[in-house]
């Protein structure tokens, strides 16, 4: 069984920067696609960026583009969100989960069968 656990989360300032992690355990990931989600309060759980555990190949929704990396730690079964220049609007709670595919074509909340507990994130203005 999949585990998900994430840390990092936290309340900065906007333009500051912090990193999330997702320890993954219960599985070889090689074969599957980490993402990380958000929400925010009254909106939908969106996709925020992927990776591809085995090539590493990577997906950026376009509001994180440029500000966001995601990287994975394949001795430490780690995955990590490097999130700089945070604005007010990435204020959301944050989760990790995991695909049992290496596509990064489709990336829809409903293709994800395992999800950590979340993390919020709070950027103040």
């Known amino acids: 069984q999949v585990q998900l656990v994430e840390s990092g989360g936290g309340l900065v300032q906007a333009g500051g920067s912090l990193r999330l992690s997702c320890a993954a355990s219960g599985r070889t990931f090689s074969s599957y696609t980490m993402g990380w989600f958000r929400q925010a309060p009254g909106k939908e759980r969106d996709i925020v960026a992927a990776?591809?555990?085995?090539?590493?190949?990577?997906y950026y929704a376009d509001s994180v583009k440029g500000r966001f990396t995601i990287s994975r730690d394949n001795a430490k079964n780690t995955v990590y969100l490097q999130m700089n220049s945070l604005k007010p609007e990435d204020t959301a709670v944050y989760y990790c989960?995991?695909?049992?595919?290496?596509?990064?074509?489709?990336?829809?909340?409903?293709?994800?069968?395992?999800w950590g507990q979340g993390t919020q994130v709070t950027v103040s203005s």
């Open positions: 990776i591809s555990w085995m090539v590493g190949s990577t």
């Open positions: 989960a995991a695909k049992k595919s290496q596509s990064l074509v489709r990336l829809l909340r409903s293709d994800f069968g395992s």
